[in-house]
């Protein structure tokens, strides 16, 4: 399947990380941004895991965790924007864990009406992003995703139903690839009301808007994923 056609269908489908991920490391791929081919085996995650350190507590959520994955989150408009912000926080990490941990961070965070499809979704979506990475890599390849958070916008709110904005930027990094790459996103995410929290009805992204790059060299590929696989992360939710 043609890169584009990958990545419109991952759009469409809602799994707006992926999406950031699987367009540049398949569009870099095919710009000449690996360096070597060859290999099958899917990518290893690197770089910093969810750490123990808590960061900015928020008290409209997550409050607690489910399989590893932040839920909880207040019925008001800080709890739909904490609950969107943690689709993005959490997707980055699935995309680059094993494909039944991906699955099952999909199925934690979904309305009951859209788990089972968004959840196939994510599978086929993982298997993409592994199988271009494992064929257009060297055989160890290694993967680092990570998008943060830049600013937000409620769109719409009631009790029941919300829509936010994300303006993002998503960094990642695969061994193989000649340089890291880089993409702004704008993610519009639904959420609904559930069983007592705000859960993902659909998301989609689009690209921007956009800032120019300051004029500096990239780090090389093998530097900067050592230089990130020493780094630490952080954690939102008390365990």
């Known amino acids: 399947m043609p890169a584009a056609e990958v990545a419109d269908r991952v759009r469409r489908l809602g799994l707006l990380l992926v999406a950031v991920a699987l367009g540049m490391v398949v569009g870099g791929f095919l710009a000449g941004g690996f360096a070597a081919s060859g290999g099958t085996r899917p990518a290893e995650a690197i770089g ?5 350190i808590r960061v900015g507590p928020n008290p409209a959520g997550p409050s607690q965790k489910i399989d590893g994955v932040g839920v909880g ?37 979904s309305a009951d009406a859209s788990r089972e499809t968004l959840a196939a979704d994510m599978g086929a979506t993982w298997d993409a992003l592994h199988g271009s990475i494992a064929t257009n890599g060297p055989t160890q390849s290694s993967l680092f995703l990570r998008t943060v958070p830049v600013g937000h916008q409620l ?17 990642v990094a695969a061994a193989g690839m000649r340089e890291p790459l880089a993409t702004w996103e704008t993610a519009t995410i639904d959420v609904v009301w559930e069983d007592d929290d705000w859960k993902v009805w659909s998301a ?25 696989g020493e780094l630490e992360g952080y954690s939102y939710v008390s365990d």
Do not use: C, H, K, M
């Open 73 to 109: 989150f207040t019925r008001d408009e800080d709890g739909a924007i904490a609950a969107a912000t943690n689709l993005i926080l959490t997707l980055e990490q699935a995309a680059a864990t094993d494909r039944v941990n991906a699955v099952r961070t999909y199925e934690v965070l």
């Open 155 to 171: 769109l719409r709110y009631s009790p029941d139903r919300a829509t936010v904005e994300v303006w993002t930027l998503t960094v």
């Open 48 to 52: 910093p895991d969810v750490g123990d």
């Open 204 to 228: 989609a992204s689009a690209a921007g808007p956009s800032a120019a790059w300051a004029p500096t060299d990239p780090s090389s590929i093998d530097g900067f994923l050592t230089t990130v």
